[in-house]
Each structure stands twice: as structure tokens, then as C-alpha cells.
């Protein structure tokens, strides 16, 4: 238990007086320093979250989180296969899909990639799903008019650089070529773009066409076949547990890739890049928690005489040393919430923040064309911002542990000899 004289003789040691300004002094910094740390990691860990998360929605928001593929060439007979895959524990949704290269044509050309899907599983997409802003990802046209017939839907960026709009004709050539009594010429067919979609993601809004898997089937010469079959899961999360279920699913012989396979370097990258960051930010956090240690030093340094006056009128070792404790708990934790304010106000405010300096200085932070992304992501997990936390209060009582013990060792007849 702490005494309430005990509280009173820290609060008192804390309040700046004339002769003891440095020490303060160097107090304020020392909780400006763990203020400047914590406040720091967690907006800097909450960023970090916010681009992993939203990388990851967006190189999923096209595509499945477990893609089963023949070993030995398209996939015929796939509807037992899908059937068979929906009654796996974890799977939310099951789609058989034709992918294939090709080039767009309006009035520029770009290399594209297609995607073969029936109209029932892109009504359950989450393509036809709305944005974090809760904006609809589909931006000109509707999905209901995505039918068997000439009918696709095209990103974006792609619809810009094409200059085409919804009602226009795309023109699609795939590589392979049809055999004429002239030679061999590239296949070449029309199609109707009916919705525009931005998701957000440069990648899939400037290469991705979606039309119905019959069409592709047919522009494929896969009549009867699929490429792959796409397998949703309710948490992406626990792909590795979810595969081994879905793969002893599919008797056959097959191929089974998760996203983190197929984005291996990124998530690799990511992870080694936020466990840096935690390091030498954590690191910032104990050279502010040292800060503590010195002004706490030179405390009992300056109050050599007033610690000699209490030992002698009886107070105990251990009162001394939980006095200087309590000083130094009061620096940590008063730094560790305002750095906590501070850090959670500046996520909250960051969008704003940056358009009020970008507009000042005339740039943009975040381009779409270099980051693939909109805005600043963030995404505050509570378990993360509790441990920074205890981390910052941690490291700040154990740097009171030294100079408290050496207040409480220190000799009242040395201290007072030449009073």
C-alpha cells in the first residue's frame, strides 16, 4: 500500500520551483519524449495495419482466397467439385471461373485480363458489395444487365484509358488465332460494356474485364470447361487450415493455391516491415523511458538534503523508494495517455490532416498512380494499442527501479555533514 504522505512528498517533488527549474525541465521533456513515442507506434502500427488490410482486400476483392486448379489442364466435371467444396467448414462462397489474356480495344488499346463468371456468383461478389466508405464499388451502369450475349463489365481506369463508357463496344483479340484459307488471323470479338466498377486498386481497375462464363467459354474455346475454381473463405485469415480441408474435398488430382502463395513476397515484405518498425519505435520508447531514469537522478541528487530529513525523523527505506517510484509512474503514465490521446486523435483526424497540408504545400501524399490506394489506411487493433501501452508503462516504472533504490540507500549523516 502506498501512504498518502507518500503521494503527497512525489506530488511535491514533481511541482517545479525556481531553483529546481532544469529538473522540471527535463521532467516536461521526459514526458514529451514517452508522449512523442507511444503516440508515435500506435499511429505508425495502425497505418501499417490499415495498408495490409486494405492491400489484402483489394488483391482479394477480384479474386478468391483459394484458387483449385487440374494438374493436367482445364477443369471438366466441376460442378461436383464446387458442391462438394460449399459443404467445407469455413467457405462462405464457391465460384467456377474462366481467366484468360486478351487485348481491349476502343479508342486506345491495353492488355487485359478476363474473367469468365457466371452472373449469379458476381451478384454474390464483392464487387456488387459497398466500399469501406460504403460507396458502391460500381460507379456507371448495373450489374443486372450482366447476361449471356456480348455483355461485360470493365474497370475504371481501364474505361479511361480506352475512352469508352457504358453503352460502348469493346473490342477484345485474344492471342490465339483462327486458321482462315488466308492464314492465321487473331480472333477478334465485340462486346457491350454495361457497368464500370472502381474498387480502388490500380491493378484490377485498369487490367480486369469480367464477362459471363458462357461468353468466355466460348471466346476461350473452353466450351464445358473452367481454368480454376475460386473458393471464398469467412476469414482469410486461417487460409493454411481452410486449404488442407478444401484439398482432401477434391479427390481428384489438383492444384491448390492460397492468396498468400500467390502474394507471397508482398505479405513477406509487409510483415518484415511492420516488425522493423515496432522494433525501432519501441526503441524510441526506451530512449524517452532513459529520459526518466536521468531526471529522476538528478531528483534525488537535489533533494539529497530533504531525503536525509525524512530518514532521520523515522521514515523508512522502503517509503523513500516508493516515493521516487510514484514520481517517476506519474512521468510514465502522464506521457503514456497523452501519447495515447494524441495518437488515436491523429488516426482519427488523418484524412483531413493530410488534405489541409497537401493543399498548403501543394502536393499530393498519396497518389493512387504510385500507392495503388486512396487516402491514408488505418486500422486500430485494440489487443496492439494495449500492449504499446504496457510496453510504454513498463519500461518507465523499471527505470524508476534504480534511482529510487539509491534514494532509499542514501546515508542521512553524508548528506547532512556539510548543511
Not at 199 to 211: Q, R, T
Not at 251 to 259: C, I, Q, V, Y
Not at 265 to 294: D, G, K, Y
Not at 412 to 419: D, I, M
Request: proline share 4%.
Amino acid at each position: 500500500m502506498i501512504a498518502p504522505f507518500e503521494w503527497m512528498l512525489a506530488a511535491r517533488y514533481l511541482r517545479a520551483r525556481r531553483k529546481d527549474g532544469f529538473i522540471s525541465l527535463t521532467a516536461v521533456l521526459s514526458v514529451v519524449g514517452i508522449m512523442l513515442g507511444v503516440a508515435t507506434l500506435i499511429i505508425v502500427m495502425s497505418v501499417m495495419n490499415g495498408f495490409q488490410k486494405t492491400l489484402i482486400d483489394q488483391l482479394l476483392g477480384l479474386r478468391g482466397h483459394i484458387l483449385i486448379q487440374s494438374t493436367v489442364g482445364p477443369l471438366f466435371d466441376y460442378d461436383p467439385i464446387v458442391e462438394k467444396i460449399r459443404g467445407v467448414d469455413g467457405v462462405v462462397d464457391v465460384r467456377p471461373i474462366v481467366t484468360g489474356q486478351a487485348l481491349a480495344v476502343g479508342q486506345q488499346s491495353a492488355g487485359v485480363v478476363v474473367h469468365g463468371i457466371t452472373r449469379e456468383d458476381l451478384l454474390r461478389h464483392s464487387l456488387n458489395e459497398p466500399n469501406a466508405r460504403g460507396d458502391s464499388k460500381v460507379i456507371e451502369g448495373s450489374l443486372d444487365f450482366f447476361e449471356p450475349g456480348d455483355s461485360v463489365v470493365i474497370g475504371k481506369r481501364l474505361a479511361e484509358s480506352l475512352g469508352v463508357s457504358v453503352g460502348d463496344v469493346l473490342t477484345l483479340v485474344s492471342p490465339q488465332t483462327t486458321d482462315t484459307p488466308f492464314g492465321s488471323a487473331p480472333r477478334m470479338r465485340d462486346y457491350q460494356i454495361v457497368a464500370i466498377f472502381n474498387i480502388g486498386n490500380v491493378l484490377f481497375d485498369s487490367g480486369y474485364v469480367f464477362m459471363p462464363l458462357e461468353d468466355a467459354q466460348t471466346y476461350f474455346r473452353l466450351k464445358g470447361l473452367v481454368t480454376d475454381v475460386e473458393v471464398v473463405l469467412e476469414d482469410p485469415r486461417m487460409v493454411n487450415e481452410a486449404q488442407v480441408r478444401v484439398s482432401q474435398a477434391v479427390e481428384r488430382p489438383h492444384r491448390a493455391l492460397n492468396w498468400e502463395n500467390l502474394n507471397a513476397s508482398l505479405v513477406s515484405a509487409l510483415q518484415v516491415e511492420r516488425n522493423t518498425m515496432f522494433v525501432i519505435l519501441v526503441l524510441i520508447i526506451l530512449v524517452a523511458a532513459f529520459n526518466i531514469m536521468s531526471s529522476l537522478i538528478m531528483l534525488v541528487k537535489d533533494k539529497g538534503r530533504d531525503i536525509a530529513v525524512l530518514r532521520t525523523v523515522g521514515t523508512t527505506q522502503r517509503s523513500i523508494m516508493k516515493v521516487f517510484i510514484i514520481c517517476g509512474g506519474i512521468l510514465g503514465t502522464v506521457g503514456t495517455l497523452l501519447g495515447f490521446v494524441i495518437g488515436m486523435l491523429l488516426l482519427e483526424y488523418r484524412t483531413q490532416i493530410l488534405t489541409f497540408f497537401g493543399n498548403s504545400l501543394g502536393v499530393q501524399f498519396f497518389p493512387p498512380e504510385v500507392y495503388g490506394i486512396e487516402g491514408l489506411p488505418a486500422a486500430v487493433d485494440p489487443v496492439e494499442v494495449g500492449f504499446v501501452v504496457g510496453i510504454a508503462l513498463v519500461l518507465s516504472l523499471l527505470m524508476t527501479i534504480y534511482p529510487s533504490w539509491r534514494a532509499a540507500r542514501l546515508d542521512p549523516v553524508e548528506a547532512l555533514r556539510y548543511e
